[in-house]
DNA sequence: TAGAAATCTGTTATCGGTAACATGGAAAGA
DNA sequence: TCTTTCCATGTTACCGATAACAGATTTCTA
């Protein structure tokens, strides 16, 4: 591997000049960069991360916080992480992966923090390295997120356009502000159309929205779309229905939220609000390295949420 | 944070006495052993991994390359990442994920690789710096992977003890060694009850072993058990028996092989062959630093998989 | 045109470790 | 007792980069 001293030695410069050349560019004469230019293609000089990290006394370790008890094995963080890796990889960082026990341990240049509860804002706002949330938050911290509300607007108004005449919400039960934003899509839709909204909220698990609608399917009227939460609560209502006998998407629409792989094993598909996970997390990373390099604020990135089309809906 | 000469000074030894009781205790008095421990706790020392990998002049990269051409949003894969990027971030290392394309750039410190083909081998002995595969191969190169012939087998039998009288196996149309090894232990509980074998492969889609059941349900006979190769195939059957009006697991048997994330989410749930990936990732991790660490081949690991009881066997 | 200011380039010290060599005192051999 | 060997420790140089300072030109100003 090629070395900053040997670009300087083929180019008769001294290494000072070859460090200018590129980080301070402006502070070299032309003619002294060409010849470095040409040195360092002609020995496929890659600068040296490493010895860079020592004299900037950096870690080049970023923690990824999950602070939601949840299993890692979910598609969804793992798509995180994914998404995340992929950016810091390319920028040679390491990714760590904590959770609320072993997050103290450790030196780190930044953070990415997923699933933060109100009773943690205080410690966040405390950290003294950059940090980044992912998924929207009301209190000023830096995020990167779907636009949860525009997500179940667009979604409802499909089930309408689809000839549904009837919308209930199946939302996740949490007090987490994504949850709020999705009603709240939810609910605008519906009032716009003078219906009155109906919502009912389950732990994310299939199995206890699947249950809800078996033990409710006498009340549930023909013609009803579902606009669940997440695919999760579709996925059971989906199979409770098809259980008690009726039809998707002839009599019955569902509709889920995340498109996180879960939405393509179903049967049918989930016409689904497909979020582009890896591509947030890689905007975390981006918007994380950045703030670690210029010391600003990026602000907050909201992606507009896709409707990916199954076969829960009619045609 | 406290460097080693902080714990130099603290102790009144130089820096050298620090580094070697670190490195070389055996070289440094116990009294002055204890006097630098002690300093090292008072001043929570921690060593700079960033300095130590400058002057061995290592990246602290690891290359996971995934040579098949596959969704990285699949969470097999995704768990294999997960297992490997644990490990390595405990030694603070980072990972890399590499494909066929970009696989040559950049340098690193060791290769973890999975979905070798033959035509890959001549590469992949060439390379410089340590390798572990993930998967068997019978070219000598040092793996980890579970015992395929010995979930199949196992399950074959199980499915025998709960009564179904014919085995048919699904398996995944690749001259993977792994797929051999499977089909292998399923070959020999059949033959070992003298009954004859019976195979059909496909690509790994529930799809088309969905379409294979459906095509041919005429042919087949009551109380088969079909052991698949994967939880995607044993789907796919799944679904299939029940369009057909077949009841599973009363009068059809399915299993599965995997047992990441898909048997849990079919309903029922499959009864599979469970591989621990992330587990297994992780091993991979550690086998490839201690190589890295000591140069020494850690041979091959082999992991026994576990039979993850759903509901496509009766009981 | 002398002297000051600005511009460019090189030298030195530094980040936090480790290897290789140097030193000084104790144990061993003559 | 005097040398030789050995062992524990310290000194120096180095890994590959960068910041701060120093020196050499050039340009500008009076």
Redesign the interface.
Same mark, same amino acid.
């Given at each position: 591997?090629a070395t900053l001293m040997d670009v300087a030695k083929r180019a008769n410069v001294s290494k000072m000049t070859v460090s200018r050349v590129i980080n301070h560019p402006d502070k070299v004469t032309d003619e002294l960069k060409q010849l470095v230019y040409q040195a360092m293609k002609e020995l496929d000089y %890659?600068p =040296?991360?490493? *010895?860079k *990290?020592?004299v900037n006394n950096? @870690?080049?370790?970023i923690k990824l916080c999950i602070l939601e008890d949840i299993d @890692? @094995?979910e598609?969804y963080f793992? =798509?995180l992480? $994914?998404g995340v890796?992929?950016t810091?990889?390319l920028h040679?960082?390491?990714? %760590?992966?904590v959770t609320r026990r072993n997050f103290g341990i450790? =030196?780190c240049d930044g953070y990415i923090i997923t699933g933060m509860r109100k009773g943690d804002l205080e410690w966040v706002q405390k950290l003294d390295k950059p940090v980044i949330m992912f998924g929207e938050n009301r209190y000023g911290l830096d995020f990167v997120d779907t636009n949860n509300k525009a997500g179940t607007y667009r979604m409802a108004r499909l089930a309408l356009e689809k000839g549904y005449e009837h919308l209930v919400y199946i939302g996740i039960d949490s007090k987490e502000s994504f949850e709020y934003s999705r009603e709240a899509g939810y609910i605008q839709q519906v009032q716009e159309n003078q219906m009155i909204p109906e919502l009912h909220r389950f732990g994310n698990h299939?199995h206890l929205s699947e249950e809800f609608i078996r033990s409710h399917w006498d009340e549930i009227q023909q013609n009803t779309a579902f606009i669940c939460a997440s695919d999760r609560l579709a996925?059971g209502v989906e199979?409770a229905i098809s259980r008690c006998g009726g039809k998707v998407p002839d009599d019955y629409g569902v509709t889920g939220f995340d498109g $996180?792989?879960?939405n393509q $094993? *179903?049967?049918p598909k989930i016409t689904t609000v497909k979020q582009s996970i890896?591509e947030m997390g890689s905007a975390c990373g981006e918007n994380l390295l950045d703030k670690i390099k210029t010391n600003a604020s990026p602000g907050n990135l909201i992606f507009e949420p896709k409707i990916s089309l199954g076969g829960t809906l009619r045609d």
């Open positions: 591997m %890659q =040296n991360l490493i *010895a *990290a020592l950096s @870690t080049r370790i @890692t @094995t598609p793992m =798509n992480m $994914v890796a992929k810091l990889d040679q960082y390491s990714l %760590q992966l450790g =030196n299939s996925m199979r $996180v792989f879960l $094993v *179903a049967s890896i």
